[in-house]
Structures are given as C-alpha cells and as structure tokens.
C-alpha cells in the first residue's frame, strides 16, 4: 500500500499554523517562497513607478478606452474621473502589498513558539502595515526624483489606509470563518453514548 500524503497546512489567514511543522517546511532556502509573493508586488510597483506610468500617460491610452464604452467625456469630467481612478488604483494595489506582506510575517512570526494566537496575529498585521507604509513612502520618495511624477504625502496615507482595509477585511473574515471552522472541528468529535 501506497503512504497516505501528508496533511494539507491550513491557511495561515485563517490558522495559527504549528510552528515545529512551519520551521520544517521554511527551513534553508525555502524561506524563498515566504517572500517571493512580496517580491512579485514589489516588482509591480517597481514598474508602475516609472515615467510610463505618470498621469500623463495613462491618461493617453486609458481615456480612449473609457471613451469607446461610455461616449465622449469632456476635459474637466475625464480629469476627476481619471484622478480617482489612480487614487483607488493606489487604495487596491496597496492593499494587495499588503495581503503579500501579511501573509510572509504571519508565516514567518507563526514559527515562534512564544507567540500566543493574539499576539501573532496583532503583530503581524502590525508588521504588515508597518512594511506597506514603508514601500508607500519610499516608492513616492523615489517618484520626486522624475520629472513626469510627482511623490506625495496623500499618496502615502491611501496607500496605508488600502494595507490598513485590507488587514481589517482578513480579521473579519477570520472571525466569520473560524466560529464555522470550530463546529465543524466539534461535530466531527466522537461523541459518548449514555448506558
């Protein structure tokens, strides 16, 4: 007969994972698999920091597009709509920093075995937001060094509020799913049967 696979690990999102198994499967050279998400999303924002990405640009090949759907949209219109299309592409690519960022410290925090359920959890998003405000003011740092960009401090603070959303979204659906999680886990309990 044929071994049975090893358990699946359970989300880290949803599952403080065991830490003797996490520093199995993370030891070496497999820490790369931690961070290789945030490096992915450091590489996207990378990219969108260049002079191709100024609001200059954008605007020349986006507006077309916008216009076939919708109809001819005038100057003062396209230049709001255009501006909150890049601040909420700032609020939800943040966001997604985040999520990779949150991901790697609850990974890389749910190998310590002092950490009690609520701690690893608070850190960790603290670490997260911390890291993603981090990025935000470096990358608008860097954007004041091109003439087609220009960094903010606004950008900064809508970049850290998607990270600081995006952390709220997963606790609340960490709380929504593991009440269901633990009846689950209880029904599946061998129950005594009275004489």
Request: hydrophobic share 45%.
């Amino acid at each position: 007969s044929y071994p049975s696979a090893p358990h699946p690990m359970p989300s880290v999102f949803l599952t403080k994972p065991d830490p003797n198994r996490l520093r199995a499967l993370t030891r070496g050279w497999r820490q790369i698999w931690i961070w290789l998400p945030v490096a992915f999303a450091l590489l996207i924002i990378a990219i969108e920091s260049t002079p191709t990405f100024s609001a200059a640009n954008t605007s020349s090949w986006l507006r077309p597009i916008v216009e076939r759907w919708s109809g001819p949209i005038s100057d003062p219109h396209w230049a709001w709509y255009h501006h909150v299309a890049r601040k909420c592409g700032h609020f939800v690519g943040y966001a997604f920093v985040c999520l990779t960022f949150l991901r790697a410290w609850l990974l890389i925090l749910g190998r310590r075995l002092d950490l009690t359920v609520q701690s690893w959890l608070v850190t960790a998003n603290v670490y997260a937001v911390a890291s993603t405000m981090l990025i935000a003011g470096s990358d608008e740092f860097h954007q004041t060094f091109l003439p087609s960009r220009t960094g903010k401090l606004s950008d900064v603070l809508i970049d850290t509020s998607g990270g600081i959303v995006l952390c709220a979204l997963s606790a609340l659906v960490r709380a929504l799913i593991s009440p269901r999680k633990a009846k689950t886990s209880s029904d599946l309990q061998p129950r005594s049967i009275a004489s």
